[in-house]
């Protein structure tokens, strides 16, 4: 679900790693670790029943998480790509921007640890330096 980084492999020296299962794998592993613990007994036999019928709500909330991850990333606009949380936190413009958001989105902090490299789910990040003004460079 969280890929691996093609540019983590580069840095580190080995080849990417790919997955040979399929993502309903992992959303059904997911699925199994919510709720075979979940402490309402009826979710649980719910789950042992009919696992199938809360998969698909997991996938669709991953999914959901996602987006509005993106959508957060789009309110910091290029100012805040591929920067760490911390980074983000000292820049006054996109700590205030944060700041304003995080009420509506208070996972964003730890999605951006996970997602904030990988393009395959953060798709405002810029392989490109922060702080690199390529407007300037090419004129």
């Given at each position: 679900?969280?890929?691996?980084?093609?540019?983590?492999?580069?840095?580190?020296?080995?080849k990417?790693?790919?997955s040979?299962?399929?993502?309903?794998?992992?959303?059904?592993?997911?699925?199994?670790?919510?709720?075979?613990?979940?402490?309402?007994?009826?979710?649980?036999?719910?789950?042992?029943?009919?696992?199938?019928?809360?998969?698909?709500?997991?996938?669709t909330?991953?999914?959901?998480?996602?987006?509005?991850?993106?959508?957060?990333?789009?309110?910091?606009?290029?100012?805040?790509?591929?920067?760490?949380?911390?980074?983000?936190?000292?820049?006054?413009?996109?700590?205030t921007?944060?700041?304003?958001?995080?009420?509506?989105?208070?996972?964003?902090?730890?999605?951006?640890?996970?997602?904030?490299?990988?393009?395959?789910?953060?798709?405002?990040?810029?392989?490109?330096?922060?702080?690199?003004?390529?407007?300037?460079?090419a004129?």
């Amino acid at each position: 679900l969280f890929s691996d980084s093609v540019k983590d492999a580069k840095e580190q020296g080995r080849k990417k790693k790919q997955s040979g299962s399929p993502k309903e794998t992992y959303y059904a592993q997911l699925a199994n670790t919510i709720f075979s613990n979940d402490e309402d007994p009826k979710v649980r036999l719910l789950f042992q029943t009919s696992p199938s019928a809360l998969i698909k709500p997991v996938q669709t909330r991953f999914g959901t998480l996602k987006r509005k991850y993106n959508e957060f990333n789009k309110s910091l606009k290029q100012t805040g790509a591929g920067l760490t949380y911390d980074e983000l936190q000292k820049n006054l413009q996109t700590k205030t921007l944060i700041g304003e958001s995080f009420s509506k989105f208070p996972w964003w902090p730890d999605l951006h640890g996970w997602w904030r490299t990988n393009p395959a789910y953060n798709t405002v990040f810029s392989t490109a330096n922060p702080g690199q003004n390529y407007e300037s460079a090419a004129l």
